[in-house]
């Protein structure tokens, strides 16, 4: 995010507050031990997978978007019920676009969505679209047709989800991919545009929930917890920049084997690779741990660290509060590569949760994996 963040005084002021307020001078205080908490807990266990992902609005022209099918396949054996995304949710950037002292304008313009149209198609601003979502899906049929999805498209666009609005586009035939129902020309046309990009919201998340009949996605992206204060941002950029430069020998080698097989839309073989966790670890040191070691009077590194760090734990959150509702859920996770071993981590603490072994759902074959998640 910009420098236009809570200044890092009062953060470091709340934190001592908190320090008081928690009781922390005694060092030697024993912790409350949690991760038993739920060895008597009745009923099943959630399933979260994590799939660490290039971002393909970065490949080259080359990329064949049907060369994600082996992927696909996989993933749809897993059989999730909840799928999330690396995207900002309408209710989060409205909030962000209520507050421009705090967030700045042309952050919000970059992560977000332009709602205006389709609240010019159906007259509802992003809360009221949020609302009346909320209560289609409540009493959503089991076989919707195509006025229902064409209506709910719309509402998702109003609500600046325009992911899940490609979930419903996507199951309609393409005879049914027209304005009507709260969708215009314009609509329309937005959505078709969108069918062309390459991203991984839609070419994995959306195309998978459309394959097995979900309804939606969630995103659970989340930048208002990496909105840190810096006064110096030309030192910043120039420290951090540093400290990427110094792990170039470590890097370099890794981002040219994802760009290769990502060239030649060997998908499955590069999903893999970003997802092997002596690969991830590499890439983690590579960034953040550099990053930490940076040097300067500002600790810039520490900042840089700070501000992902709250940004996994405010997505983490959104994670699990996308499947409080159903106990037991299997859950999967498209994000950012260098997010996973947070969300693992983080997800993986959460009662009930038990984190699936990625490297095992696309290793194998397609029925292998079915196999191993009834």
């Known amino acids: 995010m910009s420098a236009r963040g809570v200044p890092i005084r009062q953060k470091i002021g709340d934190f001592a507050v908190c ?55 996989r993933l749809a054996a897993f059989k999730p019920q909840v799928i999330t995304v690396e995207q900002l949710s309408g209710e989060t950037c409205d909030l962000m676009a209520r507050h421009p002292t705090v967030y700045d304008p042309k952050d919000v313009g970059f992560y977000c969505v332009d709602t205006a149209k389709a609240k010019a198609a159906t007259g509802l601003d992003v809360p009221a679209a949020i609302a ?40 309609l035939p393409a005879a049914e991919r027209r304005a009507g129902d709260g969708l215009d020309a314009n609509l329309v046309e937005e959505l078709g545009k969108r069918m062309m990009r390459n991203n ?39 420290a951090i920049q540093a400290a990427w430069n110094s792990s170039a ?45 940076d040097p300067s009077p500002g600790h810039f590194g520490q900042l840089y660290v700070a ?38 981590r983080l997800l993986g603490q959460m009662q009930g949760v038990d984190i699936v072994d990625v490297e095992q759902v696309l290793g194998g074959t397609s029925a292998d994996n079915a196999a191993s998640h009834p």
């Not at 409540?138 to 109003?158: E, I, S, V």
Request: aromatic fraction near 6%.
């Open 249 to 293: 020998p470590v890097l370099k080698p890794i981002h040219e084997a994802e760009d290769a097989m990502l060239k030649r839309s060997d998908m499955l073989a590069l999903y893999r690779y970003v997802n092997d966790p002596k690969n991830l670890s590499a890439a983690i040191r590579g960034d953040f741990g550099a990053a930490l070691a």
């Open 132 to 171: 009346e979502i909320r209560r289609t899906l409540r009493t959503w049929p089991a076989q919707p047709d195509a006025a229902q999805r064409r209506h709910l498209a719309a509402l998702f666009l109003a609500a600046g989800d325009p992911t899940s609005a490609m979930v419903q586009w996507l199951q």
């Open 200 to 238: 991984e919201s839609l070419q994995i998340a959306a195309a998978l929930a459309a394959r097995l009949g979900l309804q939606r996605v969630f995103p659970v992206d989340d930048h208002t917890g990496d909105n840190v204060y810096i006064a110096d941002e030309a030192g910043y950029d120039k």
């Open 19 to 73: 320090a008081l307020a928690g009781g922390l001078a005694p060092a030697a205080r024993a912790q409350v031990d949690i991760s038993t908490v739920a060895d008597r807990m009745a009923g099943p266990h959630a399933q979260v997978l994590v799939l660490g992902s290039v971002h393909l609005s970065n490949a080259p022209k080359e990329f064949r978007p049907e060369s994600l099918q082996p992927v696909l396949d």
């Open 307 to 344: 501000g992902w760090e709250a940004r996994n734990l405010r997505m983490a959150a959104n994670v699990r509060a996308a499947f409080g509702e159903i106990p037991g859920a299997r859950v999967l996770c498209v994000v950012g590569s260098s997010h996973k071993p947070w969300f693992d």
